[in-house]
């Protein structure tokens, strides 16, 4: 009887611990009810809530780390459908986010990722919130709550540390200043702004096609139940934007692989993490020694031409172009990239239907714009000529647009500078001290602070470490003050010289030179120039193709690019006796001529013949903060003699 009776007890135990821990598992599953503030507001209702926190190491009473964990809720209260939404939330504690349920960054950046300065949120796995009137108030479809884990510093318990703002990033709405709701909780109701007009009627099944500086398609072509064949299309549509040996990286976010491709190929082929993961063990029978890369986040790159006519790798229209991408100004047929790639799936999305895009999408160049891409937007299916040649399109399974931006980096560096000179002086003011930046081990050997000392013109044709002897004779000629230590250099890979060459009453001429330093050659390169007040008077460019062109309805541009043939900027070369010369630049030069008959008051030297931006490759380069002066003219002989002085003792430290 003891025995039964212990075992009695010891059942009702364990029964009364399941019935206890059963609603904590359910709850996970079970969407929370909103606040009861959300009654009151009939448009989109924003609520950031903070849950805890707790002190982290290292201790550092300056800069104290801290976790904390926070609830981001989303709930259309209004009355048409909020499709791709976007919440900006305005953190100021220098927070880093380390993860974030049902949500991505809409910038493309991968979790853990900075975002002490404010970052905006979009929705993923469900990006549209449907209406409590098409719901009958079903909050699984309504809501959303977005569960936010990181570490913010200096915001010690029992003060709470919530962000500046909320709001919604998605056009079309406005949003009052966020109210506190005790300490930990702060909400807003955003409403449609009545003042906008749109062309876009809400009862479209997709959003429309947005336009940026650049476009990435994912298209679905063949879809089966465990993989789906998808192509790709790099679209440049900015007029001075460009991509060299492009990498496009991405996040699976289902466990997908790339099985195989046409027209790209992995920066790693790798499958290991397929083979020791849960994908090796659901494909028992797929050989993955064929299998292509397995990484969560790959990079792809483009083919060289010679694969383009590869039956297995190649044969994809406006594909395999060593990964180059022309501004549409420049050659419309080479301002996009295109490939395909085989993917699979894992479970539970074994269906012909349930395809996911990745996420996260990021593109870079070499010696480019930096672009910020947002995150995949469905869209209506592309249409593509029918293969076969038939008078028909074929339409892909399900289209997503990914729209990527040129964007500056907080605290990022240019990778070109330009320097500055004129014919009524005999220095050049050359490229701003470490213009592209400066590496930490310069500071003990040069100052990184010092302004630039003017150089001789010939010293644009050495390397920025040796020109030190000659730059420190020009100024003892020229009773210029040097610091000590010198300055650094710019570290640009490319620098651009802008020579203000002839002034006369009808017009006037300007030299543009260019300096390759760096180990990569520049195939069909270009330049641009923005010249606020000279442009209109453009004539001609005698050693480079030139012409005027508008950007955003301003006629202040000259687009420049090397003649057929001699569009090659090479890299830098040995000097004829290595032993003994410097290194040489790639270097290419055109002289270009102006009118003032439509540019009447232009004032040549005092600015108006030097350009206010300057691009290569579409990347705005830095440019000097002096313009040169026309106080130090000298007569010819006194200048004649100053520069065979310089080369005199440049010679002599040579030897």
């Known amino acids: 009887m003891a025995l039964n009776g212990n075992y009695n007890l010891l059942l009702i135990f364990r029964l009364s611990l399941l019935f206890t821990l059963l609603p904590l598992s359910l709850s996970q599953n079970v969407t929370e009810a909103p606040s009861p503030a959300a009654d009151s507001c009939n448009g989109i209702f924003l609520s950031y809530a903070y849950s805890s926190g707790t002190k982290l190491k290292p201790t550092d009473p300056a800069h104290q780390p801290y976790r904390f964990e926070s609830v981001l809720t989303v709930l259309n209260n209004g009355d048409e459908k909020l499709k791709s939404w976007r919440v900006f939330v305005g953190f100021k504690n220098d927070e880093f986010l380390v993860s974030a349920s049902n949500a991505v960054l809409a910038d493309g950046t991968s979790l853990p990722a900075n975002v002490g300065n404010g970052t905006v949120f979009a929705g993923y796995p469900m990006s549209d919130l449907n209406t409590a009137i098409e719901t009958a108030g079903d909050l699984s479809q309504m809501q959303v709550q977005v569960k936010l884990v990181g570490t913010q510093f200096g915001v010690a318990p029992p003060d709470v540390p919530l962000p500046e703002s909320i709001k919604l990033a998605n056009d079309g709405f406005v949003c009052p200043k966020a109210s506190l709701q005790g300490k930990t909780e702060m909400q807003v109701c955003c409403t449609k702004d009545p003042k906008l007009k749109t062309n876009v009627t809400i009862d479209e099944e997709f959003l429309p096609r947005q336009s940026g500086d650049l476009t990435i398609m994912y298209d679905v072509t063949r879809t089966y139940d465990s993989n789906y064949w998808a192509q790709v299309t790099i679209s440049n549509h900015n007029p001075l934007g460009r991509l060299d040996n492009w990498k496009l990286s991405f996040d699976w976010m289902r466990d997908e692989f790339i099985y195989t491709m046409k027209g790209a190929y992995p920066y790693l082929v790798d499958s290991s993490d397929c083979i020791f993961g849960t994908q090796g063990q659901y494909y028992r029978d797929l050989d ?153 081990n310069m500071v003990r050997t040069c100052n990184t602070n010092a302004p630039a000392v003017l150089l001789p013109p010939e010293a644009l044709l050495v390397p920025f470490e040796n020109r030190t002897a000659m730059t420190k004779a020009w100024a003892d000629l020229k009773h210029l003050t040097v610091p000590n230590p010198m300055p650094c250099g710019d570290n640009c890979g490319v620098s651009i010289n802008w020579h203000v060459y002839t002034d006369y009453s009808r017009g006037w001429s300007a030299r543009i030179t260019l300096f390759n330093w760096d180990e990569t050659a520049f195939p069909d390169w270009f330049a641009a120039v923005q010249m606020d007040k000279a442009t209109p008077g453009f004539q001609k460019m005698y050693s480079f193709n030139g012409s005027a062109l508008e950007l955003n309805g301003v006629n202040n541009t000259i687009f420049m690019q090397g003649l057929p043939g001699l569009n090659y900027l090479v890299q830098e070369t040995d000097g004829a006796n290595p032993q003994k010369d410097p290194r040489v630049p790639g270097k290419q030069q055109s002289v270009i001529s102006f009118t003032k008959r439509s540019t009447p008051g232009i004032n040549v030297a005092a600015g108006d013949g030097f350009p206010s931006k300057v691009f290569f490759n579409g990347e705005e380069c830095a440019l000097p903060s002096v313009l040169p002066t026309n106080n130090s003219n000298k007569k010819g002989s006194t200048t004649v003699l100053s520069i065979f002085l310089l080369v005199l003792v440049y010679m002599l430290v040579q030897q």
């Open 288 to 440: 993955f020694g064929n299998v292509l890369n397995c990484e969560r986040r790959p990079t792809i790159i483009d083919l060289p031409p010679t694969k383009a006519n590869d039956t297995t790798l190649g044969l994809i229209p406006e594909c395999c172009r060593n990964g180059t991408i022309l501004p549409p100004t420049m050659d419309p047929s080479k301002s996009s990239s295109v490939f395909q790639m085989q993917v699979f799936k894992m479970p539970p999305d074994l269906n012909r239907s349930e395809l996911s895009p990745p996420q996260n999408w990021k593109i870079n160049g070499t010696l480019n714009p930096d672009y910020q891409c947002g995150p995949p937007v469905l869209v209506s299916p592309s249409q593509f000529p029918n293969p076969s040649g038939l008078p028909s399109n074929t339409t892909a399974v399900a289209s997503w647009q990914v729209v990527c931006n040129i964007t500056q980096p907080k605290g990022a560096s240019p990778k070109c500078c330009v320097s500055f000179s004129a014919y009524y002086n005999d220095s050049v003011v050359p490229c701003r001290t470490c213009a592209c930046g400066c590496p930490s």
